[in-house]
């Protein structure tokens, strides 16, 4: 049972234990970031589901508090569901959530802080009289879940946007309200995508295409373009494509059809979903949620006694360079986390090579390292390899030209156990390289209840870039970053061997031709975050 206890995180926020799972209105206020979550209080698997809550003042250490909602009324007597945070301008906060009710219709509600005078937010109170909407005539009653953060519209009023389908097509529906009591359900939606199936968690947020500071939830106008996330029930990934919202007709349309919102791009190419973001007033950014589920069996959830993660939040900006993109990227306060660091430079990986890092640890680790390919080798290839693919491709033991080359994480010293993060790089079809960025878990694990896979998805590289990784390794969670947060992977893997004190960390090149130099390797050792238990003497801070 070693083994079992070594699976819990140490700077990934985690209930003490029980199931979690999605992120719920995420806010910060009077001087605290408040996180709620969808949490089971009785089990490890999913059900009576609660709002579990804490506070932090920085996002890395967290005070848990007590539930912040249970089930215990009609309209939400099977879960408290997945719901958002509205800022009103006077500074109060409107909640908005799914309940099910004792019909297991999906309906929303509305709930206030019972005292908005307590930064801890510790009491909740539900509107009298809800809920507050009822699934609208032609959608199914199980199908109209997880209300956004509203936004303001120009009229005035409140926007808000539900997820929902109709036949096949995920769809976002769009209410409009001046007081959050009374709503009308627009005529227009905010988005289609035929074939997408249910929409769960959507998001809805501006971009600045000119900097970095994060905006306002209601903030428009030139120089900004609008983000549209959904959760698709069917595949279980987060898509988000970049678009332009018509704030006169309430509607989007993204700037490439081909990368529409759950056909194009995933926040995270790995194990993450109903992702929500948060704009953080105090720090000027958009901060970003995840829940990072189990990948092993639900009776290993019971016998450890708790299931899932979150993902270290991470802030989310366009990617002026690209123009196509969004860049994630760990929040800076995680650095206060680092420790001791190693620092490698010009580590030469012929083609074919193993090379041990040698660290003190390597179960609590932040890497990050820059790779340079011989410019000789890559002009002498002229394999074509357009069809390359993470997940088909057999993972990090196939050998093409260009690759695989990069890390070992959590591996022991035979390599029996590895999860390896790495890049390939192939010719597309028109000549150009192209690159890939895959996480490859086949060999995570000797234990048999795990399921394991091979992540991963092209990565833009511009011209004259060294590709780069950072990697997050934290027990039984790789979080992983491929040029500066342009792609993410994220896996759970459950070792048995390559843990404790048995854990190590590897470059390598499986490549057969490619010469590959890691330029610069810098590895921290990660301090345990705080997480502390809730009780009374908290409620005088
Ligand atoms: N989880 C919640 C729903 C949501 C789903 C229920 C997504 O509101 O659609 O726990 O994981």
């Known amino acids: 049972n070693a083994m079992l206890t070594w699976q819990r995180t140490a700077f990934h926020f985690q209930p003490e234990k029980n199931w979690m799972n999605d992120p719920n209105g995420p806010l910060f206020y009077k001087g605290w970031y408040h996180f709620f979550y969808q949490y089971n209080p009785h089990s490890a698997i999913w059900g009576n589901i609660t709002w579990g809550h804490a506070v932090s003042r920085d996002l890395i250490h967290w005070l848990h508090l007590p539930p912040a909602m249970v089930p215990d009324q009609w309209y939400d007597i099977n879960g408290v569901w997945t719901g958002s945070a509205t800022f009103l301008p006077n500074g109060s906060i409107v909640m908005l959530y799914t309940g099910s009710t004792h019909q297991h219709v999906q309906v929303q509600n509305l709930a206030f802080p019972a005292d908005p005078s307590d930064p801890l937010l510790l009491d909740w109170v539900k509107y009298s009289n809800n809920p507050i909407l009822l699934p609208p005539h032609g959608i199914g009653p199980k199908d109209f879940r997880d209300p956004t953060t509203a936004w303001s519209a120009p009229d005035g009023t409140w926007r808000l946007a539900i997820g929902s389908k109709l036949n096949n097509t995920g769809i976002s529906l769009v209410y409009k309200t001046s007081d959050f009591l009374s709503y009308e359900l627009l005529d227009t939606i905010l988005h289609a995508v035929h074939g997408t199936g249910m929409w769960e968690c959507v998001d809805f947020y501006p971009v600045s295409l000119t900097d970095d500071d994060g905006l306002d939830t209601s903030a428009n106008g030139p120089g900004v373009k609008h983000v549209l996330k959904a959760s698709l029930d069917d595949d279980r990934h987060d898509y988000y494509a970049i678009g332009t919202y018509d704030a006169e007709k309430d509607m989007w349309r993204p700037d490439d059809a081909v990368e529409d919102v759950g056909i194009g791009l995933r926040y995270d190419y790995g194990k993450f979903y109903a992702s929500k973001t948060f704009f ?19 009776r290993a959830d019971i016998k450890k006694g708790w299931a899932s993660v979150q993902a270290i939040p991470r802030v989310v900006s366009f990617d002026v360079q690209t123009g196509s993109n969004l860049i994630q990227w760990p929040v800076h306060e995680m650095e206060k986390l680092r420790t001791s660091s190693e620092r490698f430079k010009h580590i030469k990986l012929h083609a074919g090579s193993v090379i041990p890092l040698e660290v003190p640890m390597a179960t609590q680790l932040d890497i990050s390292v820059e790779f340079k390919i011989a410019k000789e080798t890559l002009e002498e290839t002229i394999e074509a390899d357009a069809s390359y693919n993470c997940s088909t491709s057999g993972g990090a033991s196939g050998r093409g030209m260009l690759g695989p080359f990069g890390l070992l994480v959590l591996a022991d010293q ?5 999860t390896a993060v790495y890049f390939y790089v192939g010719r597309a079809a028109d000549g150009n390289l192209q690159t890939y960025f895959c996480q490859d878990e086949l060999r995570s694990s000797k234990a048999n ?15 004259g870039e ?29 070792p048995t061997e390559a843990i404790y004190g048995a854990a190590r960390l590897f470059l390598f090149n499986n490549a057969t031709r490619a010469h590959v130099t890691a330029t610069t390797i810098k590895i921290w ?11 009374d003497q908290f409620e005088s801070i």
Not at 468 to 494: N, P
Request: proline content about 3%.
């Open 449 to 463: 209840d795990v399921v394991k896979r091979v992540y991963g998805s092209t990565v833009p590289v511009l011209d």
């Open 525 to 535: 050792q990660m301090n345990s975050a705080f997480i502390h238990p809730y009780s």
């Open 414 to 418: 035979s390599l029996s156990e590895q």
């Open 466 to 494: 060294n590709l780069s990784l950072r990697i997050l390794v934290d027990h039984s969670i790789v979080e992983s970053f491929a040029q500066g947060g342009r792609r993410c992977i994220t896996s759970r893997v459950y």
């Open 280 to 298: 953080d007033q105090k720090k000027k950014r958009r901060v970003l949620w995840g829940w990072i589920g189990e990948t092993d069996s639900e």
